[in-house]
C-alpha cells in the first residue's frame, strides 16, 4: 500500500484530525434513506445552525469541497450574464472570479495588494461605482496570505447597498466567528478538512431567506448544486439528493459534540485564538516577521516572511525532514514566504517542538548548512 | 451520539465495507499538495485503468458522489442547447433527463417500459428519427429496477450513429464488465459506495479522447466539474483542483488491491455473478418472481415482485426488525416490489441467513401474523 509516513501536520488542510475523528470514521456503513441517517443529518445541521448562529438561515450539507458551494452561489443566486463585485485579497479570491466566469456572470474585481484586507471604505466605494452588482463575496480567511477580512464590518456595508453578500469561509469556519443572521450574510460555505478538523469530502453551505427567494427565478441552476433541491430534500427525509459522504457527516458530528463538552463555540474558539497567537509569537521571537497586515492576522493559517537569502522552499523541505508538515508559500510567494497551518488536532506540545525544529532549521539555513 | 445500530446491509448503496476498506477510513490525513497523496492518487487511477480497460481513455477522481459527474457529461461535452438521447429504463433514467434539463440543454427522451432494457434495434431507430442529437446517456445498470442494459451492443449502435455515448455505470461499475477503449464508451461514471464496497463521497469518471476534444469548444462548463481542469491538475500534479476526499481514495486503492491480490478483475467479477445467482435462485425457490425481464438481470441489486396481498414496504419493515436492511421498492414500485442489493461487504452466510429470515418473514405476512 502507498502509505505516507506520519509527519505531524502545520497544513493548509486536509489538517490533522482528532483520534476520536478518525475513530468514527471507520464505521460501518448505513443507507443514507434509513431512520438512522435521518437522525445524524437532522442532529449535524442543527448543532451547526447554533454554532453558525443562523437561526433565520438554513443550513445544507453537500458532498463536495467546499469550493462546489462556490460554485453554487453563483448558479443558484446570480442572474444568467448579471454582475457579480469580487473582492481578491489572495489566490481563493482569484479562485471566486474564476467561477464566476466559468458560469457565464460578470465579475467585477477589487483587488488589494497581498498581505493586506479589503478595508470597509473600499468596499463602500466600489459598491458606489458599480450599482448594478447582484452580489460581493468576500474571502473571510485568505488561506494563501494569513489574513483575516472584516467580515462582520464589510458585510454591513454591502447590506446597506442592498446586495447579497456570498462569503468564503472555508479556512474560517470553526475558528473565526460567524453570527450568520447578525451579521446579514446571504450565502456562507466552508468545508470540513479545515477548523473543523475533519477529513475532507464534505462542504457545509448557509444560505438567507433571501438568497433562496432569488433562487426560485434563477434558469439553469443544474442539478447537482440545485439548492431549492437540497432544501427539498432535507425538509421532506433530511438527507441530500445525492448519496452523502457518511462517513465525514458521522466525524462531524463527533467534533460538534466534542465542541459542546468543552464549553461550547466560544470556548472552542478561544483555543483557536491562543494557539494562534502562540505560533506568530513563536515565529516572532525567531526573528521573522508575518505578512499579512497587523490587526488582520489570521486565526487559522500564519503566512511568515523568510529572513533574506532564505527560501521559504527550502524551510518546508527541511521542516519535512525533520517530521512537521508545513504549507509552501502560495503562488508567486512561494520563495519568499512559507505558511503554518493551526488547524485540527494540534496538542501544545507539538507547537513548541515545531517551533524548536524551525529555530534549528533557520540556522542551518544561515550557515548554508 | 447518533449511532445506527448495526444491520446486515442488503442495500442499494451505501453498502457494507470491508473490514480492509473500514480501517483505511481511520488513517491520518495528510496533504493534497504532497507528494503521498500524488503517489496514491497516482496508483489509484493506474489501477482504475487496468480495471476499467481504459488505456486511451482518461480516468479522474471527483470529490462528489456519481451524479456530479452526470452533470460533468451534460456541461462539458453537450452545447448549450444541444440535443441528447436520454434513454430511461428507470428512475435513474429519469434523474439523467433532470440533469439535461435543469443545465440548459434539451432531451430526447426513449422511454421502455419498466423490467425492460433499452434494445440495440429500439436505439438505432430512436437515432434515425432523431439525427441531431449530440450524444447518448445509458444507465447501464438501472438501480431502480434490477436491470443490466445490454451496454456494449447499444454503444455500437450508438457509434454506427457517430454519438458520444454516456454511460451512468454508478451501480455497475466493479461488478459489470466494463471495456472503456473496445466498446467505444465516450463518457462512463460511478461512485465509491457501490459495487466497490466503499464508504461514499468519491466519484470516478472515465473520458474519451473525442469527448474532451469536444470538451474544448463548449462555453461554460462551470469550475467545479470543468474535466479539462481535472486533468491539468491531474497531469501537471497528480492531484485535483479541489481538496479530494482523501479517506475514500486510500479505501479504494485498498479494494483494487484486494481484486489484485485475489486473481484480477475478472476473479471478481465472478464473485459478484454468483453472489447475484444465489440471491435470485434464493428467491425463486421461495415462489416470487423478479422485476427485470429475463436475460438482463442485474449482478448488483435484484427487484422481487410481492406475492399477492403481500406489500413491499412490510418485507422491508419485518426483514429491519430481523436485522436486515434491505431496500424498498423505488417510486411507484414501493409496494408491489422489494430489492435485495448485493454488493459489497456481504460473506456467504449473511446470504443463507438473510433469505432464510424472508422465508419467515413472508411466512408471517401470508398468515397475517
Known amino acids: 500500500m502507498v502509505w505516507p509516513k506520519p509527519l505531524k501536520l502545520f497544513t493548509a488542510g486536509p489538517v490533522a484530525c482528532f483520534p476520536e475523528v478518525l475513530e468514527a470514521m471507520s464505521f460501518q456503513m448505513f443507507s443514507h434513506r434509513s431512520k438512522e441517517y435521518r437522525d445524524l443529518h437532522r442532529d449535524t445541521v442543527k448543532r451547526l445552525e447554533a454554532f453558525l448562529e443562523a437561526r433565520r438561515g438554513t443550513v445544507l450539507l453537500f458532498p463536495s469541497s467546499g469550493t462546489g458551494v462556490m460554485e453554487a452561489s453563483v448558479r443558484n443566486f446570480v442572474s444568467p450574464g448579471g454582475k457579480v463585485l469580487v473582492t481578491i485579497i489572495g489566490s481563493f479570491g482569484k479562485r471566486y472570479r474564476e467561477v464566476v466566469e466559468s458560469n457565464g456572470r460578470v465579475p467585477v474585481v477589487l483587488e488589494v495588494e497581498p498581505g493586506n484586507p479589503v478595508l470597509p471604505e473600499e468596499l463602500d466605494e466600489a459598491l458606489k461605482k458599480n450599482p448594478d452588482v447582484e452580489a460581493v463575496t468576500i474571502t473571510y480567511n485568505e488561506t494563501s496570505t494569513g489574513v483575516l477580512n472584516p467580515l462582520k464590518e464589510l458585510a454591513k456595508i454591502a447590506k446597506e447597498h442592498e446586495k447579497l453578500v456570498f462569503v468564503d469561509a472555508v479556512s474560517a469556519m470553526g475558528a473565526a466567528d460567524i453570527k450568520f443572521d447578525e451579521w446579514g450574510l446571504d450565502v456562507v460555505f466552508s468545508s470540513s478538512q ?17 438568497a433562496l427567494e432569488k433562487a426560485r427565478n434563477i434558469p439553469n441552476r443544474g442539478w447537482y448544486f440545485d439548492v431549492l433541491k437540497y432544501i427539498k430534500y432535507q425538509e421532506e427525509q433530511w438527507s441530500t439528493p445525492s448519496t452523502p459522504p457518511i462517513p465525514q457527516i458521522i466525524a462531524l458530528n463527533v467534533i460538534l459534540r466534542v465542541i459542546e463538552r468543552i464549553g461550547g463555540k466560544y470556548e472552542w474558539l478561544k483555543i483557536y485564538e491562543r494557539r494562534a497567537k502562540k505560533i506568530r509569537s513563536g515565529v516572532k521571537a525567531l526573528g521573522m516577521t508575518l505578512f499579512a ?12 516572511r523568510t529572513p533574506p537569502g532564505i527560501s521559504g522552499l527550502d524551510v518546508y523541505k527541511r521542516m519535512r525532514e525533520k517530521g512537521y508538515e508545513l504549507a509552501k508559500g502560495y503562488g508567486q510567494f512561494k520563495k519568499t514566504t512559507f505558511r503554518i497551518g493551526h488547524m485540527g488536532y494540534m496538542p501544545d506540545e507539538y507547537i513548541d517542538e515545531m517551533l524548536k525544529a524551525l529555530e534549528e532549521v533557520l540556522d542551518e539555513l544561515r550557515k548554508g548548512k
Open 194 to 210: 479545515k477548523a473543523f478538523g475533519v477529513p475532507p469530502g464534505l462542504a457545509i453551505g448557509v444560505f438567507s431567506e433571501d
Open 293 to 304: 497586515r497587523e490587526g488582520y492576522e489570521s486565526p487559522t493559517i500564519t503566512c511568515v
